[in-house]
C-alpha cells in the first residue's frame, strides 16, 4: 500500500489541509507539527501519528540535544 501524497492534520482540535509533503516537511522543519501530530490523508479520519505513516516519521529533524 503506497502512502497518501497529500494529508490532512488535526491542529489546535481543527481539521487542517491537506498539505503535500514538501509543505509538511516545512511545517515539522518550522516545529509546528511534531511526530505526534494527528494524519490522515480523510478529512474524516481515521487519525494517526505521523511518526507511524513510514516516511512521514522521518522528516522531522533530529534534537541535537539528545545527539551525544
Same mark, same amino acid.
Given at each position: $500500500?503506497?502512502q /497518501?501524497t !497529500? @494529508?490532512f @492534520?488535526?491542529l489546535?482540535?481543527e481539521?487542517?489541509?491537506? #498539505? %503535500?509533503p514538501?509543505?509538511l !516537511?516545512? @511545517?515539522?522543519?518550522s %516545529?509546528?507539527i =511534531?511526530? *505526534? =501530530?494527528? !494524519?490522515?490523508a &480523510? !478529512? *474524516?479520519?481515521?487519525w494517526? /501519528?505521523?511518526?507511524? @505513516?513510514? &516516511?512521514? %516519521?522521518? $522528516? #522531522? /529533524?533530529? &534534537?541535537r540535544?539528545? +545527539? +551525544?
Amino acid at each position: $500500500m503506497s502512502q /497518501p501524497t !497529500a @494529508l490532512f @492534520l488535526r491542529l489546535n482540535q481543527e481539521v487542517r489541509g491537506p #498539505f %503535500g509533503p514538501e509543505l509538511l !516537511a516545512e @511545517l515539522a522543519h518550522s %516545529g509546528i507539527i =511534531t511526530p *505526534a =501530530t494527528e !494524519a490522515s490523508a &480523510d !478529512a *474524516a479520519g481515521p487519525w494517526i /501519528p505521523l511518526q507511524a @505513516l513510514g &516516511d512521514y %516519521g522521518r $522528516m #522531522f /529533524p533530529l &534534537d541535537r540535544k539528545s +545527539v +551525544v
